[in-house]
């Protein structure tokens, strides 16, 4: 395969930061599509890592991050993407780096297991923070969810990252043959 260039690298990770500050800044605003502001940026940032441009993916996410604290104001940019900024920016970096060095199973059980247990404690730290933010704390379902967080939590939370975990994989992969087509 020939080495692609520095100025190619740019344009991919740019390309990818601008769609993924769009959609967070978006997210951020409108409460509805947060989470969607959340997979747009993801599948935006997976855009580098089609050509294993690590370095490009990583300078892409923190200036994804940096930028889109500017456009929606510190305080509110820092509770509302908090969730992005902890685990879902970086988990397609950590999928690409398991799938191209990891070649045991049992290293990818444990792979899958230590990616879980940071999901369960990055959606407990979102629910620590988001609840006071969204006011939650007036409905009348926020007892029984706050009794039972932690089973809800680490069980729910898992079989839930599990699903994702997987269609990551595949969302990879899509996007490795879209953007295989762009330059050879």
């Not at 509302?80 to 199973?105: A, D, E, M, S, T």
């Not at 839930?160 to 595949?170: G, H, L, R, T, V």
Request: with cysteine.
């Amino acid at each position: 395969m020939k080495r692609q260039s520095r100025s190619f690298e740019i344009a991919l990770s740019a390309i990818g930061c601008a769609v993924a500050v769009c959609a967070l800044t978006l997210g951020a605003y409108v409460d509805f599509l947060l989470a969607t502001g959340f997979l747009i940026a993801v599948f935006a940032l997976m855009v580098p890592l089609a050509k294993d441009f690590v370095w490009g993916y990583v300078l892409a996410l923190i200036a994804t991050v940096i930028l889109s604290f500017l456009f929606t104001g510190f305080v509110v940019g820092v509770m509302r993407l908090l969730p992005f900024v902890v685990f879902f920016g970086w988990h397609p970096l950590l999928n690409y780096l398991q799938k191209k060095y990891i070649k045991k199973n049992w290293l990818h059980a444990v792979a899958f297991a230590v990616k879980a247990v940071w999901f369960d404690l990055a959606m407990w730290l979102a629910w620590v923070v988001l609840v006071p933010i969204f006011g939650l704390e007036e409905q009348t379902w926020y007892p029984y969810i706050a009794d039972n967080l932690y089973l809800i939590l680490f069980l729910g939370g898992t079989a839930f990252f599990a699903f994702y975990d997987i269609a990551i994989f595949f969302c990879q992969r899509s996007v490795n043959m879209a953007v295989y087509r762009i330059r050879k």
